[in-house]
């Protein structure tokens, strides 16, 4: 009997439970999902709430500010998590223009995921840019906002991430306008037992613009270590 795993997911800034439903779907039987949103105003917040809310025993699914979120969630509670698989986030502490973002989310919000949808995927990714924006408007700007708010006063976690002894796997899209590859790296390389694999023509949300080749790197990352 094949095993079937628990898995929760955190999606990205702006983004609801579209972001991994292709991964979902190609995944199958493999996992047991939950999409946890936790737009909480700070970090120790949304952790309080998801732990709440998730099996006792996990595997945790996070990208970029849902990847930030994951790793400090992991640090607050490594004995719950099974395994890590995180796309476009760093352990270190929050680079400027999270508080602009914030304000932007509340006074100007079509605005700004507007912007926002021409940097978190490719700029012919056009589909995928859609799909965000739909995703960002059902959010909302103040949901967005205090995500924004969380991320923007998060902590560094880089010498914190010794105890993760759990298997962990590290995603980046080659075409990152958010964060740099190389932070990626770092990252894989900070962790104690990591894989880093890069997606060539992908941008900063690996699950929405590349659904099957994600996929099958989270599967094939599970076979490693699990069956």
């Given at each position: 009997?094949?095993?079937?795993?628990?898995?929760?997911?955190?999606?990205?800034?702006?983004?609801?439970?579209?972001?991994?439903?292709?991964?979902?779907?190609?995944?199958?039987?493999?996992?047991?999902?939950?999409?946890?949103?936790?737009?909480?105003?700070?970090?120790?917040?949304?952790?309080?709430?998801?732990?709440?809310?998730?099996?006792?025993?996990f595997v945790l699914v996070g990208t970029s500010y849902g990847g930030n979120l994951a790793l400090a969630l992991a640090v607050t509670a490594p004995e719950r998590?099974?395994?890590?698989?995180?796309?476009?986030?760093?352990?270190?502490?929050?680079?400027?223009?999270?508080?602009?973002?914030?304000?932007?989310?509340?006074?100007?919000?079509?605005?700004?995921?507007?912007?926002?949808?021409?940097?978190?995927?490719?700029?012919?990714?056009?589909?995928?840019?859609?799909?965000?924006?739909?995703?960002?408007?059902?959010?909302?700007?103040?949901?967005?906002?205090?995500?924004?708010?969380?991320?923007?006063?998060?902590?560094?976690?880089?010498?914190?991430?010794?105890?993760?002894?759990?298997?962990?796997?590290?995603?980046?899209?080659?075409?990152?306008?958010?964060?740099?590859?190389?932070?990626?790296?770092?990252?894989?390389?900070?962790?104690?037992?990591?894989?880093?694999?890069?997606?060539?023509?992908?941008?900063?949300?690996?699950?929405?613009?590349?659904?099957?080749?994600?996929?099958?790197?989270?599967?094939?990352?599970?076979?490693?270590?699990?069956?």
């Amino acid at each position: 009997m094949s095993l079937s795993f628990p898995t929760v997911f955190i999606p990205a800034l702006l983004c609801d439970e579209r972001l991994y439903q292709d991964v979902i779907a190609a995944l199958g039987d493999r996992i047991r999902p939950q999409v946890l949103s936790s737009p909480q105003p700070t970090f120790a917040a949304s952790i309080e709430d998801i732990l709440a809310r998730a099996p006792e025993k996990f595997v945790l699914v996070g990208t970029s500010y849902g990847g930030n979120l994951a790793l400090a969630l992991a640090v607050t509670a490594p004995e719950r998590v099974m395994a890590l698989w995180l796309m476009g986030c760093e352990s270190g502490a929050a680079r400027q223009g999270g508080p602009d973002l914030a304000g932007g989310l509340e006074t100007t919000p079509d605005a700004v995921i507007q912007m926002l949808s021409g940097l978190v995927v490719r700029q012919d990714d056009t589909q995928a840019a859609g799909v965000f924006r739909d995703m960002a408007h059902r959010v909302g700007g103040a949901a967005g906002a205090a995500q924004a708010r969380a991320n923007a006063a998060r902590t560094d976690l880089t010498g914190r991430l010794e105890p993760l002894t759990m298997p962990a796997l590290v995603v980046f899209g080659e075409e990152d306008a958010l964060v740099p590859v190389q932070k990626g790296r770092d990252l894989a390389a900070a962790l104690p037992d990591a894989q880093f694999h890069l997606l060539e023509q992908c941008g900063h949300l690996p699950t929405l613009e590349q659904p099957i080749q994600s996929a099958a790197l989270f599967a094939d990352f599970l076979n490693s270590y699990f069956y």
